[in-house]
């Protein structure tokens, strides 16, 4: 993120001047603060268009939060602020507001004030940072949390920096999002729209640090060195080998991270590892257990191939459409990735090409969303806009995912490696595919070498969802299944599942479900010059790990019988796609994604966490596809 320095010019005195002084007549009346305002500070700013003022902004408690307030030069009316809080850095050189997280130059056409603010316990900002601080206890008055802290800087914000209309728009993605959602449990009766883009809501069940009770290893570990390292610098963790692969191998069970490398100065992951199963500390973090209503209009963006937090803003919008009495709980999803809504195009990701400049209609609607809400501009959107793969158009819908015209139908697995919408007829013991998981062996979950997740600077860490999944199509311990050569459009648009029966010889296990569209051969039209090869290309759509102890509960774990048939389903999360006539459709199978997901050792230890390496064993994996176990995919097709 780039950073910014205040004028010195004559125009800045007279705001300098004017902002102190307001400072100063609301400290007596500031009732939510009880502590006089600070005056904030000028510097020269080189900015053609913004006047930018430091601030250390009081919090309830007595901690300043480091805030910058960027104000345009040219005369205007009154303005709305647009209002970031993030983590990772504000601005702070003689530039104009940082690219990261800043609105697009279409939405500041309109006319706001700017305002980013880091977090308690980050760069300048004085308190203590806590990973994802969990709401506070509303029955101590003197408890603070996320929301308390944005209630209060607007309310600050209102009071001391002239020349604004008195309402409050907030923006940001990932953890920026995540900031904004807390702001919604208490929200300050000027904050008038949010557009929460990728927030998480439940960290164990889906998006950054655990999926279905699985823990992922090597964006947890990196983001924690990140994160927990230097409060003034968003630090890299420095591998000693090119490829993680081999490191996270090499570093064995989980039990020596702490021994060999954060020797228990990384609290996040201190608690990550002493809460393994879904207790009431990962209970309370679930902010979407939190949102009752929706007080508050928002926009809920999300993108298909988010290698984060994909998850997260579809269950927001959905717990929040429970209650939506006003109608002002919006959704959109494209075809991105985490950011993706962000690029200058957003018409490609990796290989694929989706047509158009998905970002530029992303622009479009989120400009539309906060002139209604902050400027009283008219508000033409649909409720729902979603970007359809396969088709590559958008949807305009009343609901995702749709409430009606969708038929549930199962896709099964069959013998000799075939896909069919007709169940399975084998009735013996034999109607099962099978495969040794050895955790010495783990699948890799993108091309190797894999580069740091934050740092390599090819990045692609972005990009992996999309990854042509030919790359492990012939391991023995992935398990290959596809249909014959569509012969017309398979079109499906909702909820995805896996009803998977499969049985361990171990007595844990991590089932991992892909759903792939194979692009076809063409070889009588091969690619022009310069682009991608996509003859035969497996795009993957769909997929998600889910991890067998938690079968029953994700609170209560238990081991799993060993060779013993269960039942796993699983979520694979809504979408929207068209498998084209003359493609195929892919199914794959497999126990190890490494080193996103941590390896499972396959003999059920009451926490991984403090597992041996002696207690990872090589299990033979079983899939059924018999009439009583007919494992199958069951997705929503639109006749």
Do not use: C
């Given at each position: 993120m780039s950073l910014g320095i205040l004028p010195r010019n004559a125009i800045a005195l007279v705001t300098l001047v004017t902002l102190v002084a307001l400072a100063a007549a609301c400290a007596i009346g500031y009732i939510a603060l009880r502590t006089p305002s600070p005056s904030p500070s000028a510097h020269a700013n080189a900015s053609r268009h913004f006047d930018a003022t430091y601030a250390m902004v009081p919090m309830r408690d007595?901690?300043?939060?480091?805030?910058?307030?960027?104000?345009?030069?040219?005369?205007?009316?009154?303005?709305?602020?647009?209002?970031?809080?993030?983590?990772?850095?504000?601005?702070?050189?003689?530039?104009?507001?940082?690219?990261?997280?800043?609105?697009?130059?279409?939405?500041?056409?309109?006319?706001?004030?700017?305002?980013?603010?880091?977090?308690?316990?980050?760069?300048?900002?004085?308190?203590?940072?806590?990973?994802?601080?969990?709401?506070?206890d509303r029955s101590d008055p003197k408890a603070i949390d996320e929301s308390t802290d944005a209630y209060d800087t607007i309310e600050?914000?209102?009071?001391?920096?002239?020349?604004?209309?008195?309402?409050?728009?907030?923006?940001?993605?990932?953890?920026?999002?995540?900031?904004?959602?807390?702001?919604?449990?208490?929200?300050?009766?000027?904050l008038r729209a949010v557009n929460e883009a990728a927030s998480p809501s439940d960290l164990f069940l889906n998006d950054d640090t655990h999926?279905?009770?699985?823990?992922?290893?090597?964006?947890?570990?990196?983001?924690?060195?990140?994160?927990?390292?230097?409060?003034?610098?968003?630090?890299?963790?420095?591998?000693?080998?090119?490829?993680t692969y081999d490191w996270f191998l090499g570093l064995g069970a989980l039990s020596h991270v702490n021994e060999r490398y954060f020797h228990g100065q990384k609290p996040s992951w201190n608690e990550v590892a002493t809460h393994p199963n879904r207790d009431d500390f990962w209970k309370h973090r679930a902010i979407g257990t939190h949102l009752?209503?929706?007080?508050?209009?928002?926009?809920?963006?999300?993108?298909?191939?988010?290698?984060?937090?994909?998850?997260?803003?579809?269950?927001?919008?959905?717990?929040?459409?429970?209650?939506?009495?006003?109608?002002?709980?919006?959704?959109?999803?494209?075809?991105?990735?985490?950011?993706?809504?962000g690029d200058p195009t957003g018409r490609r990701l990796g290989a694929i090409d989706f047509g158009s400049d998905t970002a530029a209609e992303y622009r479009r609607i989120n400009r539309q969303w906060f002139a209604h809400w902050l400027h009283d501009a008219p508000l033409d959107l649909p409720e729902a806009t979603v970007f359809e793969s396969g088709s590559n158009q958008w949807q305009k819908l009343s609901h995702f995912p749709p409430e009606s015209g969708v038929?549930?139908?199962?896709?099964?697995?069959?013998?000799?490696?075939?896909?069919?919408?007709?169940?399975?007829t084998e009735s013996d013991a034999s109607g099962f595919d099978s495969y040794i998981s050895d955790p010495s062996n783990p699948v890799p979950y993108r091309h190797r070498p894999i580069g740091p997740t934050f740092s390599d600077p090819a990045h692609p860490w972005r990009a992996w969802l999309v990854e042509d999944q030919r790359f492990v199509d012939h391991r023995p311990d992935v398990l290959t299944w596809q249909s014959e050569v569509l012969d017309r459009d398979v079109r499906v648009q909702g909820d995805i599942a896996a009803e998977l029966?499969?049985?361990?010889?171990?007595?844990?296990?991590?089932?991992?479900?892909?759903?792939?569209?194979?692009?076809?051969?063409?070889?009588?039209?091969?690619?022009?010059?310069?682009?991608?090869?996509?003859?035969?290309?497996?795009?993957?759509?769909?997929?998600?790990?889910?991890?067998?102890?938690?079968?029953?509960?994700?609170?209560?774990?238990a081991p799993v019988p060993a060779d013993a048939v269960v039942k796993y389903s699983i979520d694979m999360h809504p979408n929207a796609h068209v498998f084209?006539?003359?493609?195929?459709?892919?199914?794959?199978?497999?126990?190890?994604?490494?080193?996103?997901i941590?390896?499972?050792?396959?003999?059920?230890?009451?926490?991984?966490?403090?597992?041996?390496?002696?207690?990872?064993?090589a299990a033979t994996q079983r899939v059924l596809r018999s009439q009583a176990a007919s494992s199958c995919i069951v997705l929503p097709v639109i006749e």
């Open positions: 007595g901690v300043k939060l480091d805030t910058v307030i960027f104000v345009p030069k040219a005369t205007h009316p009154p303005l709305p602020f647009l209002f970031k809080r993030t983590p990772y850095g504000i601005t702070q050189s003689d530039k104009e507001p940082g690219a990261r997280g800043r609105p697009s130059d279409e939405i500041m056409a309109d006319g706001y004030i700017w305002v980013e603010q880091n977090i308690r316990g980050r760069f300048k900002s004085e308190g203590t940072f806590v990973m994802g601080r969990p709401p506070r600050w914000l209102l009071r001391n920096v002239p020349g604004n209309n008195g309402r409050v728009g907030m923006i940001g993605g990932s953890y920026d999002a995540w900031t904004q959602v807390m702001a919604l449990l208490d929200p300050h009766p000027a999926h279905n009770g699985a823990f992922r290893l090597s964006y947890s570990f990196e983001y924690a060195a990140m994160m927990e390292t230097v409060k003034d610098a968003n630090s890299n963790f420095e591998f000693d080998r090119a490829d009752e209503r929706a007080t508050v209009p928002t926009l809920n963006t999300a993108g298909f191939w988010d290698q984060e937090d994909f998850v997260g803003p579809l269950d927001i919008y959905a717990r929040l459409e429970k209650n939506d009495r006003a109608n002002t709980n919006y959704l959109v999803v494209g075809p991105w990735n985490h950011g993706g809504w038929t549930p139908r199962r896709l099964y697995l069959r013998a000799r490696g075939t896909l069919s919408f007709e169940p399975p029966f499969a049985s361990t010889s171990g007595t844990d296990a991590d089932w991992i479900v892909k759903l792939i569209d194979v692009l076809p051969e063409n070889s009588e039209h091969p690619p022009d010059a310069g682009e991608p090869d996509l003859r035969g290309y497996e795009l993957m759509i769909a997929n998600d790990v889910f991890r067998a102890r938690f079968r029953e509960d994700f609170e209560h774990p084209l006539r003359g493609h195929r459709i892919m199914v794959q199978v497999q126990s190890t994604w490494f080193p996103l941590d390896r499972n050792p396959q003999k059920y230890v009451s926490n991984i966490f403090e597992a041996k390496d002696s207690d990872f064993i």
